[in-house]
DNA sequence: CCTTAGTTTCAAAGATTTTTGAAAGAACTA
DNA sequence: TAGTTCTTTCAAAAATCTTTGAAACTAAGG
């Protein structure tokens, strides 16, 4: 799947040329960048820049490399690469004679962000429905008449209805990015984005 | 716009109804929710939850109602408040013969989405995406040929803008769905939610 | 101009989240 | 089985983020 042993940027211990401190450069730019949008999104910054090292550097790297290239400890990115590999972000992969584990970051941008869309989904919109709905039914079923003409309770229920209703939209939209057959959104969105 | 004086829940130090029981109740679980979704998604907790609260009141309330609503501080109160008015979710009020400010929820949910749209985009996303674009410089113009062929440098470019094309589209998308002639998106969204 | 009611600010305290590192656990080899 | 290598776990430490409360500030009324 990858090229062969790859006659990456410093392979056979020589000096490295200007273009690879470049790459490095680079590759320690994304990392910062998808680090501090990560937690600004509520994703813990050490998990995000683990992903994205893993992406950008494109092929798998073991436990050490991740540890000494972001400079964290083992039980730090041992976490990390468990918790995106609970996502799905995150492959673990391993060569021959070398009995460490290597992980692999999804590469298919798309994919990236359907799964992000997918676990966010379940774990986060999901239950907030679930709650909602039970907040609703505090209030009496829907055109309900509790005492009389509650009117205060009214308007609480038909704020509650907006929002559920509103979030359900997402919900469903969500779904429709997330699913196989996605490929609909992926292409409406994109003639959507040209009709601007 | 609101009814006359509203004779609200407790307008007249009644003792309070089993209606009037269970809206409290209701706007507490929606205080919440609102404000656990909002601690998962980056956002500070109590910041969501005196939203959450002016939101399902639906009017406005003085600093010293929400305090005591949320047991909260002077000063947390203060300051989210101010968050929530320079992100636009909310508003000032006056009565008349009374010194106090007031605070109102905007109350369309659509708009409440566009408004946090906006402001995360104009918050996060562009200035990720600025930074995306630096990182890519790092790396040289689009097929550059910095030493000959480099191709880990290739590559790496490739993902970077693969990573930023995709980014510059859902940047595009969040502009259609805030601008006032958005309710292109929020048609097409409906449509495609039906088409499910 | 002074008083008073109300609001904002911000350093310190408190709460929460994240990281560390060492010990326990697994998996392989000989 | 014992030894070796690598991985996971988790309690305590560190870092980060949030709240508090009292002082500074502001504006209205007299």
Chains 1, 2 share one sequence.
Not at 61 to 73: F, G, H, V, Y
Not at 125 to 134: E, F, G, Q, Y
């Amino acid at each position: 799947m990858t090229t062969p042993p790859s006659t990456g940027k410093r392979s056979s211990r020589s000096r490295p040329t200007r273009a690879s401190k470049a790459l490095r450069e680079g590759q320690n730019r994304f990392v910062s960048i998808w680090g501090e949008m990560g937690s600004s999104w509520g994703i813990p910054r050490t998990m995000a820049e683990v992903h994205a090292l893993l992406y950008i550097v494109g092929e798998p790297l073991n436990t050490d490399q991740i540890m000494e290239r972001l400079a964290i400890s083992r039980g730090s990115a041992s976490m990390s690469l468990k918790s995106l590999h609970d996502w799905g972000l995150v492959g673990r992969a391993h060569k021959r004679g070398d009995r460490k584990e290597y992980f692999r970051a999804e590469q298919d941008v798309w994919q990236v962000f359907r799964i992000i869309t997918r676990e966010r989904k379940r774990r986060e919109i999901d239950p907030v429905l679930m709650a909602l709905h039970d907040c609703r039914d505090v209030t009496g079923p829907r055109a309900a008449d509790l005492e009389s003409c509650e009117t205060d309770v009214e308007s609480h229920n038909d704020r509650l209805d907006r929002m559920i209703e509103f979030i359900e939209l997402i919900d469903s939209l969500a779904d429709q990015f997330v699913s196989p057959a996605g490929k609909g959104l992926q292409l409406a969105v994109g003639l959507l984005g040209k009709a601007v």
